[in-house]
């Protein structure tokens, strides 16, 4: 069948859209082996069959990520869980059903069949099923299970744009199919379900409160408690993480609007939750731009805002940023945890 990309190409890498016929395309090129970046409702992934470990390989090189941080496999029906799965437990059935599709990733005992390179060499794998139409009906496609992390290279700002892909990956991968911006903003909850009490090991899109509906009770590490220290559960929760080239510190409001904490030299940006609290701050004087998270101060619009704005404050070349600390509930969690690591470089 002739190939006609109905949108661009950059470098190497052919932009697609979400017709079926683009679509087939961007299965296609999975199941022989070739990366395909593509939004899910969460954030844009870099996809390879997660079968292939050649494949997966160029997943590591591409983003210059290290080898010990295991990759998400992308599931887009219920019984493909067997595919990569050895066992599901009671709790983890019950999350599957009531959550799935969604923003949550469901940590399980590996199938031998899934190859270490996905799983960094652990007994166990991540497991995520989609909601994003585009994304399941690629993975459904390509016919087999897509490991995909965050399509940014490693250390960065995950992208929530086809257009945040194509600055930063642009050269490293085959194809990326362009479905708009992605609707929640930050990457799925992670939950490790091979524990006896389900442990938390990141915060992201399903709320932890909508989790414990589910199973009741959820072990929350103390550093997602606001507190910085305690071991490192998941290997890919680097502290240093989601980071802008411009320096970032986080604050409480009161501190910002204090004329006491005194901003270095250059130019700074403030980033805070609503608009009201911009408004106030621009007031001040003292930044030399203020920007917030939503305008209503709602929290599932600043978690889909997050991610965009800080690529487009790195684009502006801001020297540095003081961002907001927001509240710990809901999405709010996902988004203090995404700003504090952006802070520590
Ligand atoms: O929303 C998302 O989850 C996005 C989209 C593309 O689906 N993906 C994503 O992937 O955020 P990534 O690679 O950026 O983050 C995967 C996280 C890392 O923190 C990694 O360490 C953890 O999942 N992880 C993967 N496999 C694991 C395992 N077997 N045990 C513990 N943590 C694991
Ligand atoms: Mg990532």
């Known amino acids: 069948m002739p190939f006609s990309p109905r949108i661009a190409t950059i470098g190497a890498m052919i932009i697609l859209d979400t017709s079926e016929e683009s679509l087939r395309k961007a299965g296609a090129a999975l199941a022989s082996g070739l990366l395909v970046a593509l939004p899910t409702e ?10 292939n470990p050649l494949a997966v390989a160029k997943v590591f090189e591409a983003k210059a990520r290290p080898s010990f941080d295991p990759l998400i496999v992308h599931i887009a029906r219920m019984e493909d869980l067997s595919r990569v799965a050895a066992s599901v437990p009671p709790l983890a059935e019950r999350l599957a059903l009531a959550l799935w599709p969604g923003p949550l990733t469901i940590i399980l005992p590996k199938r031998p069949e899934v190859p270490d390179i996905v799983t960094s060499g652990l007994d166990t794998v991540a497991v995520r099923f989609p909601s994003h139409p585009v994304a399941r ?12 992390p965050s399509a940014n290279p490693f250390g960065y700002i995950s992208p929530t744009k086809a257009e945040h892909v194509a600055r930063t990956l642009g050269g490293k991968i085959d194809f990326l199919v362009d479905g708009g911006p992605c609707a929640v903003g930050v990457e799925s909850t992670v939950i490790d379900a091979t524990k006896e009490i389900p442990e938390l090991l990141r915060p992201g899109g399903m709320p932890l409160e909508r989790i414990r509906e589910i199973v009741g009770e959820i072990a929350v590490p103390p550093r997602f408690h606001g507190s910085e ?35 270095p030299q250059g130019r700074g940006a403030a980033l805070v939750f609503d608009g009201e609290r911009a408004a106030k701050l621009e007031l001040s004087g ?25 690529h487009n404050l790195d684009f502006l070349e801001f020297d540095w940023i003081y961002a907001e600390k927001v509240p710990d509930e809901g999405l709010g969690r996902a988004i203090k945890d995404r700003l504090f690591r952006a802070s520590r470089k």
């Open 42 to 51: 969460t954030v844009y992934g870099l996809g390879a069959d997660a079968f």
């Open 137 to 148: 009906r690629i993975i459904e496609l390509s016919g087999t299970a897509v490991a995909a």
């Open 229 to 263: 220290s305690g071991p490192m559960a998941s290997p890919g929760q680097l502290s240093s993480h989601y980071a802008p080239r411009s320096a970032l510190r986080l604050f409480e409001f009161s501190s910002l609007c204090d004329a006491g904490i005194f901003p």
């Open 286 to 310: 003292r930044f030399d731009a203020v920007f917030a998270l939503s305008e209503k101060g709602e929290m599932t619009e600043a978690a889909a805002a997050l991610f965009a704005l800080l």
